[in-house]
């Protein structure tokens, strides 16, 4: 609501305990595709307490308790309790792109909650609350967060450069109705995701070790031949091209992955390994 309210020209206002004045905001960037935005305010330093950050998503335990904070119905600094329900949870982000590796808890997340800390027993942030599962649309025992990890992340690059950077291989890869029409075509399962189309100066085509990828391409004869079809990034395998988006959005730019890659849809199995490279805004390939 803080992009849309900033793009539409409103003005954005925050909030603090301890202050009954609001403070303007400037939205400094944000990913609405993970549901978060980073916001600039000028303040008195007595005001402003750093929260700390557990130190990672993947120390947190089922069972484990955790408090809520946010502003339910308008209800402002409202704390709720619970605890850890599961771990790893996918639900529908605001942008329509799934949000994987989630936190659920129990902890009541009601309207008003969104962008509110979780954090753990000892105060320190372990998610961003971001939704719920519920008929009535009031909690009903099952909320999610944002973990800690892709906060991390996503606000360390949004602070850092005014935006997220989204690392690329370079490449068009088919969706998944298509794979699944070339796996019914040639009667197998390709387990995996085809490249389609690779520009000859992109990562995939220019690997650190291992040969480049390679699209489809078209025969003499007028058939066509498969292009190559990643089925594992760094040994997590790769189902469908949501999985393979997953997967290279977690990595770093100029950070490396290591493709597994099935030659020619149905050939020798081989890994591949790529340094990435940032994706231009413009550009739609993978």
Same mark, same amino acid.
């Given at each position: 609501?803080?992009?849309?309210? =900033?793009?539409?020209?409103?003005?954005?206002?925050?909030?603090?305990? $301890?202050?009954?004045?609001?403070?303007?905001?400037?939205?400094?960037?944000?990913?609405?595709?993970?549901?978060?935005?980073?916001?600039?305010?000028?303040?008195?330093? /007595?005001?402003?307490?750093?929260?700390?950050?557990?130190?990672? /998503?993947?120390?947190?335990?089922?069972?484990?308790?955790? +408090?809520? !904070?946010?502003?339910?119905?308008?209800?402002?600094?409202?704390?709720?309790?619970? !605890?850890?329900?599961?771990?790893?949870?996918?639900? =529908? $982000?605001?942008?329509?792109?799934?949000?994987?590796?989630?936190? @659920?808890?129990?902890? #009541?997340?009601?309207?008003?909650?969104?962008?509110?800390?979780?954090?753990?027993? @000892?105060?320190?942030?372990?998610?961003?609350?971001?939704?719920?599962?519920?008929?009535?649309?009031? =909690?009903?025992?099952? $909320?999610? #967060?944002?973990?800690?990890?892709?906060?991390?992340?996503?606000?360390?690059?949004? !602070? %850092?450069?005014?935006?997220? @950077?989204?690392?690329?291989?370079? &490449?068009?890869?088919?969706?998944?109705?298509?794979?699944?029409?070339?796996?019914?075509?040639?009667?197998? @399962?390709?387990?995996?995701?085809?490249?389609?189309?690779?520009?000859?100066?992109?990562?995939?085509?220019?690997? *650190?070790?291992?040969? $480049?990828?390679?699209?489809?391409?078209?025969?003499?004869?007028? /058939?066509?031949?498969?292009?190559? &079809?990643?089925?594992? *990034?760094?040994?997590?395998?790769?189902?469908?091209?949501?999985?393979?988006?997953? #997967?290279?959005?977690?990595?770093?730019?100029?950070?490396?992955?290591?493709?597994? *890659? %099935?030659?020619?849809?149905?050939?020798? +199995?081989?890994? *591949?390994?790529?340094?990435?490279?940032?994706?231009?805004?413009?550009? /739609?390939?993978?």
């Amino acid at each position: 609501s803080a992009v849309r309210r =900033s793009r539409s020209g409103g003005k954005i206002k925050v909030t603090l305990q $301890g202050s009954a004045t609001p403070f303007d905001a400037e939205l400094v960037g944000a990913e609405p595709d993970k549901d978060l935005a980073v916001l600039r305010i000028v303040a008195s330093k /007595s005001l402003l307490t750093p929260i700390q950050l557990s130190r990672s /998503s993947s120390d947190l335990l089922v069972g484990q308790k955790v +408090l809520a !904070i946010g502003n339910p119905f308008g209800l402002d600094h409202t704390l709720t309790t619970g !605890i850890v329900s599961a771990l790893g949870r996918e639900v =529908s $982000g605001a942008g329509g792109r799934p949000l994987k590796g989630c936190v @659920q808890t129990d902890a #009541a997340i009601n309207p008003g909650n969104s962008g509110g800390p979780l954090l753990d027993s @000892q105060g320190n942030l372990i998610g961003v609350n971001t939704a719920i599962l519920s008929a009535s649309g009031a =909690s009903a025992g099952i $909320g999610f #967060a944002i973990p800690v990890d892709t906060v991390r992340r996503v606000v360390t690059q949004i !602070i %850092r450069y005014g935006r997220v @950077q989204r690392p690329s291989l370079g &490449v068009q890869v088919a969706d998944d109705q298509i794979m699944r029409n070339i796996e019914r075509q040639i009667n197998a @399962q390709l387990n995996g995701v085809m490249v389609t189309e690779i520009n000859a100066s992109s990562p995939a085509a220019n690997p *650190v070790s291992g040969k $480049g990828l390679r699209g489809m391409s078209r025969r003499a004869d007028g /058939s066509m031949s498969l292009g190559d &079809v990643i089925t594992m *990034v760094d040994k997590v395998p790769v189902r469908k091209v949501e999985d393979l988006l997953c #997967a290279i959005e977690e990595s770093a730019v100029g950070g490396t992955v290591v493709l597994t *890659v %099935r030659r020619q849809g149905t050939g020798k +199995l081989e890994e *591949v390994k790529v340094k990435l490279r940032e994706r231009p805004a413009a550009m /739609s390939k993978l």
